[in-house]
């Protein structure tokens, strides 16, 4: 019986078109969003937790509009974001912002959120074929879970309609399962596939971020190899030879290596981003690890005109307590299984979080450096006008909005809501108004909108102190 499983489960066939020649181009068109760079840059982070963390994530969207629009930028710092990174639930909201940018997030909640994205699910307890899909390996595939986000919200848009339309990076998460490492749907990853990253439908990558082991099959991606002229980058060769790599910059370089030349790598299996960073900034603490210019992933026209950086993570983790405290025995069978996955990503949660943020505190002492070091020439070239410049007026602010920042009545209501794609409409408005709550009373958000002068009406707000807890770094002059 147990023979006869693997046949059963659902079974995605690779979509990625081989690349012949060159490279995949940026995320987003590089020479554009250096034009229209202003003095703030802002990048955010959405976690994984199935619609809540969706919800959630939009939440804190709705919130940084309300908190900083004006009559002349409806928007407010929305307009301002140049990074968005998504694992799992949280992928979803990531993949739409991007995709939309700021004038989409008003009908998120209708088209989406509220919506029955299980529709096509196989997902009963009960049903026997169900559970033996699941345990041959999955029990849906691409045709469940990412129809419905192509029916509702992408409509067959690609990678290469999110570089024409959006200037915002956007990174989709999923997990490599046999190289254990974070999968980044990105122009690198996919040069050293062989593949074409600007044909591949943001529903699937979306899908793969979202595919949670047993209830979803894998994602598959080809590794095209020997198809392309691929050459490996070059922090890349220097890594594999580097003591002082970090570990995480030489797991990723060996993924890709094993992309490109690996002989036993024919197709590359992807799970919920969730299970190697369920908040999605392996990524940027890589691309600051591999940099070869002090100021990426900005271009050097944005390093020197921003003056405040803004991170927020949204994490919309729950922190459930489990009634085997009160007993001798237990936990077993499923709950055994999910308390150890919890455990596990809500540990590289928090790991994740604390390197990327000491990641940010080195990226900015390495700006003002940077910045300091140019001629007032190179100043005006960049900038536009060297007349008031200041090479250390950068202030970066990092701030995680969790379910911690919301009152307690609530957090218990949180926390009872199921980590599915189907919820109740009261619980997806649970979880928004959480997600506004929790961004505006985090102390490092209000610490930036002092710092930047701008007031909850969207008004300039000066010579006030950031409020209490307000982690606000300050360059160190040498």
Request: hydrophobic letters at 40%; aromatic letters at 8%.
């Amino acid at each position: 019986m147990l023979a006869t499983l693997p046949g059963c489960a659902a079974l995605n066939r690779p979509l990625n078109e081989v690349l012949p020649s060159g490279q995949n181009l940026p995320l987003v068109e590089t020479e554009r969003v250096a034009a229209e760079s202003g003095d703030v840059w802002v990048g955010l982070a959405f976690s994984g937790g199935g619609m809540r963390a969706s919800a959630f994530a939009h939440g804190m969207l709705e919130e940084i509009r309300a908190a900083t629009a004006t009559s002349a930028n409806p928007h407010g710092l929305l307009s301002d974001v140049r990074l968005v990174t998504g694992v799992s639930g949280g992928s979803v909201t990531a993949a739409y912002f991007g995709l939309h940018g700021p004038a989409g997030v008003s009908r998120y909640r209708d088209i989406y959120l509220v919506q029955n994205a299980e529709r096509y699910m196989a997902n009963s307890p009960i049903n026997p074929v169900t559970i033996a899909k699941g345990l041959s390996g999955g029990a849906n595939g691409r045709k469940t879970f990412g129809r419905f986000l192509d029916e509702t919200l992408f409509h067959g848009a690609t990678f290469g309609d999110l570089r024409k339309r959006s200037r915002i990076k956007t990174w989709i998460n999923a997990s490599d399962v046999a190289n254990q490492t974070t999968f980044l749907f990105s122009p690198e990853t996919f040069d050293a596939l062989c593949s074409d990253l600007s044909s591949f439908p943001i529903s699937d990558a979306v899908a793969a971020s979202a595919a949670f082991p047993l209830v979803f099959s894998p994602i598959v991606i080809e590794a095209h190899q020997k198809k392309c002229n691929y050459q490996e980058p070059a922090w890349l060769t220097s890594a594999r030879y580097n003591s002082e790599a970090s570990y995480a910059m030489r797991a990723h370089g060996a993924a890709l290596e094993s992309y490109a030349q690996a002989k036993e790598v024919k197709y590359v299996k992807l799970l919920d981003g969730g299970i190697t960073d369920n908040f999605g900034t392996t990524g940027l603490a890589v691309e600051r690890a591999r940099a070869q210019v002090p100021y990426a992933p900005l271009t050097a026209e944005e390093a020197v005109r921003m003056k405040r950086l803004l991170f927020l993570v949204a994490d919309a983790g729950v922190q459930r307590d489990n009634n085997w405290t009160e007993k001798l025995r237990g936990p077993g069978g499923v709950n055994l299984a999910m308390s150890i996955a919890s455990s596990a990503m809500s540990a590289a949660s928090r790991t994740g979080f604390d390197a990327m943020r000491l990641q940010l505190d080195k990226w900015q002492r390495d700006l003002v450096d940077y910045r300091c070091s140019l001629t007032r020439g190179e100043v005006a070239r960049l900038r536009g006008t060297a007349a008031g410049w200041d090479c250390e007026d950068l202030k970066f602010f990092v701030g995680l909005i969790s379910f911690k920042n919301v009152p307690t009545g609530m957090k218990r209501k949180l926390d009872d809501i199921p980590t599915r794609l189907k919820l109740k409409t009261e619980e997806v408005d649970l979880a928004i108004e959480a997600g506004r709550i929790a961004t505006r009373d985090n102390p490092d958000f209000n610490g930036f909108l002092v710092a930047s002068e701008i007031g909850s009406d969207g008004a300039p707000r000066s010579r006030r102190k950031p409020p209490p807890g307000a982690r606000l770094v300050v360059p160190v002059k040498n």
